[in-house]
Every structure is written in structure tokens, then in C-alpha cells.
């Protein structure tokens, strides 16, 4: 199977399971007797004109373009320690850092207008966090399970703030 685009999506490998690792890649030279969803792999693509690169020396992951981020896992969770999301982004997408456990320090722009559902969820060694003046919404459980996080700043542009966004934190 060639790298194909589908939906603004240029799909580059393919697995079997949702979450790509390299036990589960798809051989496309094999001969399949029964049914199987394949799924595809994005590349470095976090949005329709975003993406992202990753530093392994300094742990840190950023994402860079203009517009909304997917809302999607993405395969970084496990591994980042900083998230610099530069000016342009305007949403952090669904589930975009959830699991991120060994996240501590997230740097967001003021271009960034909302924050999904789950974004954060589980970034347990997250302990602050300062939301830019623009931010209009976090939402439901944005936060949830940070159960280090003591400091956030919110500015007064947040008019909404979804249920349970800042629950089990410290």
C-alpha cells in the first residue's frame, strides 16, 4: 500500500491497531482471509495546515502552523517533557496531550482560542499552567486527573469552562 491522501489526511504507513507501534504494522504483502480495519498513519500532520516535530535531546515537542489542531491521540503522549504550541495554532485539539505523564511545562500563544475536551487529561507532572488572554473556552475535563497541577492563570477572555475540567487536580 502506497502513501495515499484521504480527507487532507497523507497516510504514510499502516497498522492494525489504533495506536501505531511496531508490532502491529500492516504488511502489505500479505494475504489477508478475513476482514481487518486498517488504520493509517498521518505522518507529522497535527492539523489540516499544522504540524509538529519532536526533539529528542531536549524532550520537547512543537507544533507549528495556522488553525485547529486534529482532534485526535497522537503518538507522542509517552514521551515529551515540554509542548511549545507557536502563534498561529487557534485550538488545542481533544485528547491532543492526554497521557502525557512526563509533561511539565506547556507553552501556549495567544492566537490559541480554545482547549478541548481531554486535552490534558492525565498529564500528571504537570504542576502549572498559564491559559493566554484569548482563550474564550477550556473544555469539559480539559485538566482532568493532572493531579499535580496548583497553579493555573485564567484570564478574563474565558467565558466558558467545561464540567469537570479542573477535576482531581491538587
Known amino acids: 500500500i502506497e502513501a495515499v491522501y484521504f480527507h487532507g489526511y497523507k497516510f504514510v504507513s499502516w497498522h492494525y491497531g489504533v495506536f501505531f507501534n511496531t508490532y502491529n504494522v500492516f504488511d502489505p504483502e500479505a494475504v489477508l482471509t478475513e476482514p481487518v480495519t486498517i488504520y493509517g498513519n498521518r505522518g507529522n500532520l497535527a492539523g489540516e495546515d499544522i504540524t509538529w516535530s519532536y526533539d529528542s535531546d531536549s524532550l520537547t515537542l512543537t507544533i507549528s ?83 499535580i497541577l496548583e497553579s493555573i492563570v485564567i484570564p478574563d477572555s474565558v467565558t466558558n469552562i467545561g464540567s469537570y475540567a479542573f477535576s482531581y487536580c491538587t
Open 65 to 147: 502552523g495556522s488553525g485547529k489542531m486534529y482532534n485526535s491521540h497522537f503518538p507522542w503522549h509517552s514521551k515529551i517533557k515540554n509542548a511549545v504550541l507557536e502563534d498561529g495554532v487557534t485550538s488545542i485539539g481533544e485528547h491532543a496531550f492526554r497521557d502525557c505523564s512526563n509533561l511539565t511545562s506547556v507553552t501556549i500563544p495567544e492566537s490559541v482560542t480554545s482547549i478541548g475536551y481531554l486535552a490534558f487529561d492525565g498529564c500528571t507532572s504537570l504542576e502549572s499552567i498559564e491559559i493566554p488572554e484569548g482563550v474564550i473556552c477550556i473544555g469539559d475535563y480539559a485538566f482532568n486527573n493532572c493531579a
